[in-house]
T-cell receptor
Framework: EDKVVQSPLSLVVHEGDTVTLNCSYEVTNFRSLLWYKQEKKAPTFLFMLTSSGIEKKSGRLSSILDKKELSSILNITATQTGDSAIYLCAVNDDYKLSFGAGTTVTVRA | DAGVIQSPRHEVTEMGQEVTLRCKPISGHDYLFWYRQTMMRGLELLIYFNNNVPIDDSGMPEDRFSAKMPNASFSTLKIQPSEPRDSAVYFC??????????????FGPGTRLTVL
């Protein structure tokens, strides 16, 4: 059975801090790893990482895929209160997404 | 593009009643997914379709749940009879498979279901 584990489950930081979120996976037929941000509604897409694209960056967010270690990290630098959300990691295994439980990030002013 | 459309956004019903959730995927997308999200179990895939055909329904909890996709622009998820433990947010998502296997799924706003 596919398995996606995220850590930590939650964390609280202050504005300006840097956070690092972790995701490890065990799947049968890895195609890609995706990061989503979920506030009070639907998950919204952040990044997709594949074997041919193991590092992505957008503004203060960046992500790296380590295919050898079967893991990924999501970094958020200079955090803002608007970064408060649940960050979900998902692994694409033959078009099916298996989600981790998510990391709840709370950024305090 | 309007994105994935779901209706209703909120549904409150009594135990034993039939519930039908609706989804309109993004035009041109050939994959459609139904998910359920709860605090206890997180986000779980229930079923997904490719070109209107159900491919994997192993996540459907039991026979009370059924899903259909009569055409490329419409899908339903039905619960009959509903039970309080079915209370959750149900998301529909769609994606484009294309030649590349690497695709992202776009989520609808979800339907918050409460079964009393």
């Amino acid at each position: 059975e596919d398995k996606v584990v995220q850590s930590p489950l939650s964390l609280v930081v202050h504005e300006g801090d840097t956070v690092t979120l972790n995701c490890s996976y065990e799947v049968t037929n890895f195609r890609s790893l995706l990061w989503y941000k979920q506030e009070k509604k639907a998950p919204t897409f952040l990044f997709m990482l594949t074997s041919s694209g193991i590092e992505k960056k957008s503004g203060r967010l960046s992500s790296i895929l380590d295919k050898k270690e079967l893991s990924s990290i999501l970094n958020i630098t200079a955090t803002q209160t608007g970064d408060s959300a649940i960050y979900l990691c998902a692994v694409n295994d033959d078009y099916k997404l298996s989600f981790g439980a998510g990391t709840t990030v709370t950024v305090r002013a | 593009d309007a994105g994935v459309i779901q209706s209703p956004r909120h549904e409150v019903t009594e135990m034993g009643q039939e519930v039908t959730l609706r989804c309109k995927p993004i035009s041109g997308h050939d994959y459609l997914f139904w998910y359920r999200q709860t605090m206890m179990r997180g986000l779980e895939l229930l079923i997904y379709f490719n070109n209107n055909v159900p491919i994997d329904d192993s996540g459907m909890p039991e026979d009370r749940f059924s899903a259909k996709m009569p055409n490329a622009s419409f899908s339903t998820l039905k619960i009959q009879p509903s039970e309080p433990r079915d209370s959750a947010v149900y998301f529909c998502a769609s994606s484009f498979g294309g030649e590349s296997s690497y695709n992202e799924q776009f989520f609808g706003p979800g339907t918050r279901l409460t079964v009393l």
